[in-house]
């Protein structure tokens, strides 16, 4: 415990990291982020189609009884 440093003074500076790391690591989550907001588009459209269509066929159920 007396090797770690006690203050960020005493510890040791790394350099920042390059843009090539930087994108490597942002790459991934990138796609992932996008699958999930795809899907979420998908899914809220498909909600969007089926309220639609429930509510045109509204006024016909009554128009036939």
Known sequence: MSSEPKNSDDA??????????????KKPESKRTRQIVTGAAI???????????LYA?????SDRT
Not at 57 to 61: A, I, V
Request: hydrophobic share 45%; glycine share 10%.
């Open 57 to 61: 066929n509204r006024s016909r159920k």
């Open 12 to 25: 040791p500076i790394e350099p920042p990291a390059g843009p090539a790391k930087a994108e490597a690591a």
């Open 43 to 53: 899914g809220i459209g498909s909600a969007a189609l089926v309220a639609a269509l």
